[in-house]
């Protein structure tokens, strides 16, 4: 073995210095990005979601059948709770064909004790029109049946609207909004609805950003809404197992592999992986890492790409689970007993629970429990209410207080005359000379420190910024020389 010199093991160890510094810098970026983006569109969302509580009539909220629970949250509910008796909350539990029939038996029973609840798969055609919808009731549905690309329990879900108009005795259109966590199947279930992809679909975060309006026939116009998270954490385990937040984008994959393992039997871990035993999760990354190959420079297994390649497999769908309803059924504290029965007032409860009842006689109970068998967490705590409107109040009044600054700098300027006096005037109030309120020429470093996904749209911000400060420079100085003009014909005239 060839011995180093001293400089050349110096030199070693100042590159490694180097690139060890150079990650730890991109990691702190690339947090910083992560969490500003996400607090963007937290606000942002949160803004969709209050226009569509506002103006529909109907919430279905859609829930996964492999976790409903833990896809409601009580703030959302609350929400709609709070903005009046009118409002009506239907649940959708959705991707029915993930899990057995009596697990969606079970959650069913659960839930129809707080609101109507909808057994529901979505259509997973690709083809831009003419989804294929199946009237067979849910009763009646084979196995076959849900493991086809067709639509299941748009029937039902149709026929529990058309009651709520009949017993409303409403002779126009309904509105009704389409709510729930990222990635439950929202505008899935709405493309299923209208037989054509009206929504834009995807198995990432965040494909839905703007509230969007369909329309069913003259009688029902659907709003989707974008997935709302009312959580200020990215890194909070929960939102990760929902598919809430991108997986490339996370820091620390660590707590929602840990939240895996501790809800998950480790018997199936070990088979569906082929790891030998383990006692704690850096151990079982350390041990997936070395069989899928994922290792580092010197043979060191790679435990954060481990944990990646987890956490898409479980948001991918190649780790299939399920979760059982808890034992005894308590109404949580946003919801008593006079809503539910206020609100059951307006749906035909015996022909919704007829039909669930024939869709499940029919279903293949033969059919064995699918994937993991996991302890459901409940309810997945949101951040309160009055925090999210404070901030949304406090951006939409920075907002208006920028755009009266605007006013009053293109509004407000003096009337030049002959007198040089308020030349000065204005040269003052805009910088003190012409030269001094041109626009400066766009600055490249504070572009590159964008993320590379949005260096276009904050290019493209900036080059409109620069516009409108050369058209404010323009008018300035177009005013300055007409100014200029009047007064040397002035002083000419006398």
């Given at each position: 073995?060839?011995?180093?010199?001293?400089?050349?093991?110096q030199?070693?160890?100042?590159q490694?210095?180097?690139?060890?510094?150079q990650?730890?810098?991109?990691?702190?970026?690339?947090?910083?990005?992560?969490?500003f983006?996400n607090?963007?569109?937290?606000?942002a969302?949160?803004?969709?979601?209050?226009?569509?509580?506002?103006a529909a009539?109907?919430?279905?909220?859609?829930?996964?059948?492999?976790?409903?629970?833990?896809?409601?949250?009580?703030?959302?509910?609350?929400?709609?709770?709070?903005?009046?008796?009118?409002?009506?909350?239907?649940l959708?539990?959705?991707?029915?064909?993930?899990?057995?029939?009596?697990?969606?038996?079970?959650?069913?029973?659960?839930?129809?004790?707080?609101?109507?609840?909808?057994?529901?798969?979505?259509?997973?055609?690709?083809?831009?029109?003419?989804?294929?919808r199946?009237?067979?009731p849910?009763?009646?549905?084979?196995?076959?049946?849900?493991g086809?690309?067709?639509c299941?329990?748009?029937?039902?879900?149709?026929?529990?609207?058309g009651?709520?108009?009949?017993?409303?005795?409403?002779?126009?259109?309904?509105?009704v909004?389409?709510v729930?966590?990222?990635?439950?199947?929202?505008?899935?279930?709405?493309?299923?609805?209208?037989?054509?992809?009206?929504?834009?679909?995807?198995?990432?975060p965040?494909?839905?950003?703007?509230?969007?309006?369909v329309?069913l026939?003259?009688h029902?116009?659907?709003l989707?809404?974008?997935?709302?998270?009312?959580?200020?954490?990215?890194?909070?385990?929960?939102?990760?197992?929902?598919?809430?937040?991108?997986?490339?984008?996370?820091?620390?994959?660590?707590?929602?592999?840990?939240?895996?393992?501790?809800?998950?039997?480790?018997?199936?871990?070990?088979?569906?992986?082929?790891?030998?035993?383990?006692?704690?999760?850096h151990?079982?990354?350390?041990?997936?890492?070395?069989?899928?190959?994922?290792?580092?420079?010197?043979?060191?297994?790679?435990?954060?790409?481990?944990?990646?390649?987890?956490?898409?497999?479980?948001?991918?769908?190649?780790?299939?689970?399920?979760?059982?309803?808890?034992?005894?059924?308590?109404?949580?504290?946003?919801?008593?007993?006079?809503?539910?029965?206020?609100?059951?007032k307006?749906?035909?409860?015996?022909?919704?629970?007829?039909?669930?009842?024939?869709a499940?006689?029919?279903?293949?109970?033969?059919?064995?429990?699918?994937?993991?068998?996991?302890?459901?967490?409940g309810?997945?705590?949101?951040?309160?209410?009055?925090?999210?409107?404070?901030?949304?109040?406090?951006?939409?009044?920075?907002?208006?207080?920028?755009?009266?600054?605007?006013?009053?700098?293109?509004?407000q300027?003096?009337?030049?005359?002959?007198?040089?006096?308020?030349?000065?005037?204005?040269?003052?109030?805009?910088?003190?000379?012409?030269?001094?309120?041109?626009?400066?020429?766009?600055?490249?470093?504070?572009?590159?420190?964008?993320?590379?996904?949005?260096?276009?749209?904050?290019?493209?911000?900036?080059?409109?910024?620069?516009?409108?400060?050369?058209?404010?420079?323009?008018?300035?100085?177009?005013?300055?020389?007409d100014?200029?003009?009047?007064?040397?014909?002035?002083?000419?005239?006398?």
């Amino acid at each position: 073995m060839k011995r180093r010199s001293l400089d050349t093991f110096q030199r070693d160890i100042q590159q490694r210095q180097q690139a060890f510094d150079q990650r730890e810098v991109e990691m702190q970026n690339l947090e910083k990005h992560v969490n500003f983006e996400n607090e963007n569109s937290r606000k942002a969302y949160y803004r969709e979601f209050k226009k569509v509580i506002e103006a529909a009539d109907v919430i279905l909220e859609v829930l996964d059948a492999r976790d409903p629970l833990g896809c409601r949250c009580p703030q959302v509910e609350q929400a709609v709770v709070q903005s009046g008796i009118n409002k009506k909350i239907v649940l959708v539990l959705n991707k029915i064909d993930l899990v057995s029939k009596d697990i969606v038996e079970k959650w069913i029973k659960y839930l129809r004790h707080e609101f109507p609840t909808v057994a529901f798969k979505a259509s997973t055609q690709q083809q831009n029109k003419n989804l294929k919808r199946s009237n067979v009731p849910i009763s009646k549905a084979t196995a076959d049946l849900l493991g086809s690309s067709a639509c299941v329990g748009a029937e039902c879900l149709m026929k529990l609207l058309g009651n709520y108009c009949r017993n409303q005795d409403i002779k126009t259109a309904i509105t009704v909004g389409v709510v729930g966590f990222p990635n439950v199947g929202k505008s899935s279930l709405i493309n299923s609805l209208k037989r054509a992809r009206a929504c834009s679909v995807g198995a990432t975060p965040g494909v839905t950003k703007c509230l969007q309006e369909v329309h069913l026939d003259k009688h029902i116009k659907l709003l989707d809404c974008p997935g709302i998270v009312m959580t200020t954490s990215t890194s909070d385990a929960a939102m990760i197992l929902r598919n809430c937040v991108k997986i490339e984008q996370l820091v620390d994959p660590l707590p929602a592999i840990e939240a895996i393992l501790r809800r998950c039997n480790k018997t199936q871990i070990m088979e569906h992986y082929g790891v030998p035993d383990f006692h704690t999760a850096h151990e079982f990354l350390a041990l997936l890492a070395r069989r899928q190959g994922k290792l580092r420079k010197g043979g060191l297994p790679d435990s954060d790409k481990a944990a990646k390649s987890v956490l898409m497999d479980w948001t991918g769908g190649r780790i299939s689970y399920f979760t059982h309803p808890p034992e005894t059924h308590t109404l949580p504290t946003h919801v008593s007993a006079e809503i539910v029965a206020e609100m059951g007032k307006a749906f035909d409860w015996d022909e919704l629970e007829k039909g669930n009842e024939e869709a499940l006689a029919v279903l293949d109970s033969t059919v064995p429990d699918m994937g993991f068998c996991m302890t459901t967490s409940g309810m997945t705590q949101g951040a309160q209410l009055d925090m999210l409107v404070e901030d949304d109040v406090k951006s939409v009044e920075q907002e208006e207080s920028l755009g009266k600054a605007e006013l009053m700098e293109e509004d407000q300027d003096p009337e030049f005359g002959p007198m040089t006096v308020e030349i000065k005037t204005a040269q003052a109030k805009n910088g003190g000379s012409v030269e001094g309120s041109a626009p400066k020429p766009v600055d490249l470093r504070d572009i590159i420190g964008v993320d590379p996904l949005h260096q276009g749209q904050a290019l493209l911000a900036a080059g409109k910024k620069r516009k409108k400060q050369q058209k404010r420079a323009d008018k300035i100085a177009v005013k300055l020389s007409d100014t200029l003009t009047s007064a040397m014909n002035s002083f000419w005239d006398s």
